[in-house]
């Protein structure tokens, strides 16, 4: 394969001596890959390994009556079978690990349970095949109850309650709202000076990662009273983590080895595969493998969550677009694991590569009774994207222009302001259309092909608006959603993680939070590539004459910081 | 429930184990014999990722009783390679980037072997039949047809 | 779960062996999704009986064993007008393991290998049953309740043009049928006599599209004669809904790939 560079473009900006950016380099783990020798979790064998398999809901929505694991427990080779309550600790939400969130998802469910596929007991036997057999013979007593399998839906009054945390179906943000707001300039009063609305609305269905390895992990117990754990997941240390706090074990128990993975798209970043095997090895003093078939990675997997939007330009007729709002709905499914923050993410990455004047944006967290969603691919960001480009079509062809010529003419240049109030550096969004043109043969206005991302930015774009109208509209109130949400971040100290047994947070933060000066990179600190939330990152006002102290913050997901 | 003594050839030395009624041969080589190389992707015949030969024919080894491999000879993926030395194949892999996840690899290398077995200069078309069976999720097709095809003409790269 | 496996040396014996807890596996193709996931029977009875890789070629046909598989018909140079058909099913490796028996019994929305018999007028050998062959369709409706089948009698098309065979699905080359079919058209003085056209998935089994049968009956394989065969294609059938398709999707679609299948066999 022939890679094309056109190094005319920022050449001053480039170091052309470079060993590894721009060339071929082989795989270092390729070898591995053509010998069969990559060692995927399930590539570790064990003597006397049990296998469990999981008993799972057929319904959407429904009641936990009675679980009854009598006769299960007596079939042929089964060795235990779990159900809740023999999980140390039976509730969780993964950002948790962050401090971002109410725990709202139980191991194995008690009470009730709001997907199809959601998992009420685990059977650990000597041979899969008996695990089968045995599932076969739990009997569950359901009350099953109405289902709701669409966002606007969901949020609709009487709607059934999917997760008990968020009553109204929406994650609660910051404590106080129902959703996630962007406010920047006042659109209401931009549409009404504008020549043109152009209004859409976008959606598109969850969407499964389908890896040819499906999920799964083998543990055992190993020295100094350890537990190992062979794991597909993405994300190691979150997967422990999770572990360490489902199990209320201290994290050094835990020797956790992944990094080689048939395939995640994303699909494998909120994995709690681990807990349950390290449960079963705690539990029967054997190693155990817990993974899923091919059925289960594709109904029970969390898929790229469903969106929707629907978008509102008002348009000037020579194709400047001077107000877009954003109505977004993510299908989180039963749970919330990482939607809360997908959210976080696309919004930060709104308007789209454009300086947009007015931007205003509400986006909703929606609880249905899907399965519940996940990364995938740019994740938070690809189905806005979509939404945002399908739209930008829309208003060239209403004001008559061609659609790259429309882009060129609204897209950012170095020295803009954003609507998440950064300046926008190493933009090239107008450079990659003058060359799309160029390879499909699209002829471009004059202006088109003279435009540079360099030129004519920042001055009077680099200027916030001078009114931002606020509201506080879809305000909540009487939910604790705890820690650091409680505080929204405006006040100097940060609130204390709920305490995790086994694991104690470093001295708190400085108590001043340092004023941010005018960042050199862009505030989501993931790139739109990361499939999986970052560690917390530098700080970025951490200039490095200024040590870090503390607990570090994952201070972006909240988008709050002082100006 | 007995289990059936299973001798048989694997990449050419004998091997013995036993097998569990119904067991399939996938599990048996992972489990019962420890040939790691071939994979688990869905149990149903559609992926391909468990791939491997019996008496030189591409087989679904999730799809074959283990007990019926009795007497034949199977290969696998991590038959290939003579010693430290790698097949053709497994070096044009890992030129042309035929490989990301890695986890059809094993699979696809097995048909694609079985293919220049039979055919050795197999035209474009022949190569996309012959992995028509093995899905891959990660590189889009394109370098493990170019791999196989340079494999083919004697090089290593397309 | 499986708790034993018995190999027969006679597919009489393999015949007596059956009962409601035994499930009879061929190629395993379709058997051993269904024992991988624990949902079959306690036993698995297989036979190694020579006759069920015959290939009898005889005056007006071939008689081949209900265990031959897709790969050697395929391969085999006195089954040209099946070949395309065989290659359809499965990809290389399904090929080298699918048997003609097994396809018969294949559920919706597999069987295209059946589909393609159907239309040819197949007849099917029971183990253990004398008498005369049994018409394939006879033995669709009655899947539960057949018996091991030992072999399938297919009548040769007189003419390479006379049949044609056409597979639908959304992947290529190797893909599941959103649906498929088969024609048999004998000429006689240039009018169709004996038409017999069978969809695939477009029912719970393969089935005849008889109202196609009777427009083209008689017929000269023409223009006109496509476009009103193509107008009754679903007539009579009921089409189900799946994860591939709709019933709707189906009805929309049959007469088209009907009207592209007949207009190749005119092309030749």
């Known amino acids: 394969m022939t890679m094309e560079f056109r190094k005319e473009f920022f050449a001053d900006e480039r170091d052309d001596n470079l060993n590894e950016i721009g060339k071929p380099t082989r795989r270092q783990d390729i070898l591995g890959h053509v010998t069969g020798r990559s060692p995927y979790f399930d590539d570790h064998l064990f003597d006397g390994l049990l296998h469990i398999r999981c008993v799972r809901s057929p319904h959407h929505h429904a009641r936990i009556r009675r679980i009854d694991i009598a006769e299960a427990q007596n079939m042929p080779g089964v060795v235990r079978v779990l159900v809740g309550r023999d999980v140390p600790r039976n509730l969780n939400t993964l950002l948790s690990l962050l401090d971002f969130g109410i725990d709202d998802e139980p191991l194995l469910a008690e009470t009730k349970v709001a997907y199809k596929g959601e998992p009420v007991a685990a059977v650990i036997a000597e041979t899969e095949a008996q695990a089968r057999a045995a599932v ?71 969407i499964e990662q389908a890896p040819i390895e499906t ?170 994207d979509f939404a945002i480009e399908a739209h930008m079509d829309k208003v060239a062809d209403t004001v008559g222009m061609n659609p790259i010529d429309l882009r060129i003419l609204n897209a950012y240049r170095d020295g803009d302001m954003k609507a998440h109030r950064r300046e926008a550096k190493n933009t090239a969004l107008i450079e990659c259309c003058q060359v799309v043109a160029e390879k499909a043969g699209i002829g471009l206005q004059a202006s088109s092909r003279a435009a540079s991302s360099l030129r004519d930015g920042g001055g009077e774009r680099a200027r916030l608006p001078a009114h931002t109208a606020v509201d506080q509209k879809g305000t909540v109130t009487g939910i604790d959603t705890g820690g650091y949400a409680r505080k929204g971040g405006a006040s100097g100290r940060p609130a204390q993680p709920p305490s995790m047994p086994g694991y104690t947070m470093p001295a708190a933060a400085s108590s001043t939070r340092p004023t941010a000066p005018s960042p050199a990179r862009p505030a989501a600190a993931a790139s739109s590539q990361s499939t999986a939330p970052p560690p917390p990152p530098a700080d970025p006002a951490n200039t490095g004459d200024r040590p870090r102290q503390g607990a570090m913050r994952f201070s972006s997901i909240s988008g709050l910081r002082r100006r | 429930m007995a289990k059936t003594p299973i001798v048989f050839m694997l990449n050419g030395a004998e091997r013995a184990s036993f097998a569990e009624p119904g067991q399939n041969l996938l599990e048996f080589l992972r489990r019962g014999v420890g040939d790691l190389s071939p994979k688990y992707g869905c149990g149903q015949g559609t992926c391909g990722a468990c791939t491997v030969t019996i008496d030189g024919e591409t087989h679904l080894s999730c799809l074959t009783l283990a007990e019926s491999v009795v007497g034949k000879r199977v290969q696998t993926a991590a038959g290939l390679a003579a010693g430290a030395t790698l097949h053709p194949l497994q070096e044009a892999f890992m030129e042309n980037f035929a490989a990301q996840c890695g986890y059809c690899t094993p699979g696809m290398l097995v048909s694609a072997k079985a293919l220049l077995d039979r055919n050795p200069t197999p035209t474009r078309e022949d190569v996309v039949e012959a992995i028509s069976g093995n899905i891959c999720r990660c590189t889009g097709y394109e370098p493990i047809i170019e791999a196989i095809l340079a494999a083919a003409k004697g090089r290593a790269r397309a | 779960m499986i708790q034993s496996v018995e190999t027969h040396a006679t597919l009489a014996e393999a015949q007596r062996a059956m ?137 040769r098309p007189q003419a390479p043009g006379d049949f044609g065979f056409l597979k639908v699905s959304r992947i290529k080359p190797k893909g599941v049928s959103v649906l498929s079919v088969a024609a048999h058209l004998p000429r006689q003085g240039g009018r169709i006599r004996g038409a017999r056209v069978a969809f695939g998935a477009m029912g719970p089994m393969p089935l005849q599209a ?13 223009a006109s004669t496509i476009a009103r065969a193509a107008q009754v294609a679903v007539e009579g059938l009921d089409p189900p809904t799946d994860a591939l398709a709709t019933a709707w999707y189906r009805r929309e679609v049959a007469g088209v790939h009907l009207k592209r299948l007949l207009e190749r066999m005119v092309r030749g």
């Not at chain 1, 968020?166 to 707001?181: R, V």
């Open chain 1, 136 to 206: 076969a013979r739990v009997r569950v007593d359901w009350d099953v109850r109405p289902h709701v399998l669409d966002v606007e839906e969901a949020i609709k009054p009487g709607a059934p309650v999917v997760c008990e945390v968020y009553p109204a179906n929406k994650f609660i943000y910051h404590g106080k709202y129902d959703h996630q707001k962007l406010r920047y300039g006042d659109v209401e009063a931009a549409f009404a000076r504008a020549d043109h609305i152009v209004e859409g609305r976008y959606q598109m269905s969850p």
């Open chain 1, 215 to 384: 999920c799964g992990a083998i543990a055992a117990p190993e020295t100094n009273d350890r537990y190992v754990c062979y794991t597909s997941t993405q994300a190691l240390f979150f997967s422990l983590g999770t572990a360490a706090k489902l199990l209320t074990m201290p994290s050094n128990r835990l020797h956790f080895i992944g990094g080689t993975v048939g395939g995640g798209f994303g699909g494998k970043v909120d994995s709690l595969h681990e807990p349950l095997a390290i449960l079963g090895a705690m539990l029967t003093g054997r190693p155990c493998k817990f993974a899923w078939d091919r059925e289960e990675e594709m109904q029970v997997g969390a898929p790229r969550g469903a969106e929707r939007w629907y978008i509102k330009d008002g348009v000037m007729r020579d194709g400047r677009i001077v107000a877009r709002k954003f109505t977004g709905y993510f299908d989180s499914g039963a749970y919330t694991r990482l939607s809360s923050y997908a959210i976080i993410k696309g919004v930060g990455h709104l308007p789209g590569p454009y300086t947009i004047p007015n931007v205003y944006a509400d986006v909703y967290c929606v609880y249905t009774n899907r399965t519940p969603a996940t990364a995938m691919r740019g994740f938070g960001i690809t189905g806005v």
């Open chain 3, 19 to 155: 009962g409601s807890d035994a499930i009879f596996m061929a190629g395993g193709t379709l058997v051993m999704r269904d024992v991988n996931a624990g949902v079959t029977a306690t036993r698995i009875v297989r036979s190694s009986d020579p006759v069920l890789a015959d290939i009898r070629l005889s005056g007006d046909g071939v008689t081949i064993g209900a265990g031959v598989t897709m790969a050697t018909i395929a391969a085999h140079r006195d089954l040209a007008f099946l070949a395309p058909v065989a290659r359809s099913v499965g990809g290389p490796q399904i090929r080298n393991m699918g048997t003609v028996g097994g396809n018969l019994f294949a559920p919706h929305p597999y069987g295209d290998f059946a589909v393609a018999l159907l239309a040819l007028g197949a007849r099917v050998n029971v183990a253990g049953q004398s008498g005369a062959p049994r018409p394939l369709a006879d033995v669709l409706r009655e899947r539960g309740r057949v018996g091991i089948v030992a072999s399938v009698h297919v009548p």
């Open chain 3, 210 to 222: 008889t109202a196609v049968e009777r427009v083209l009956d008689g017929q000269a394989l023409d």
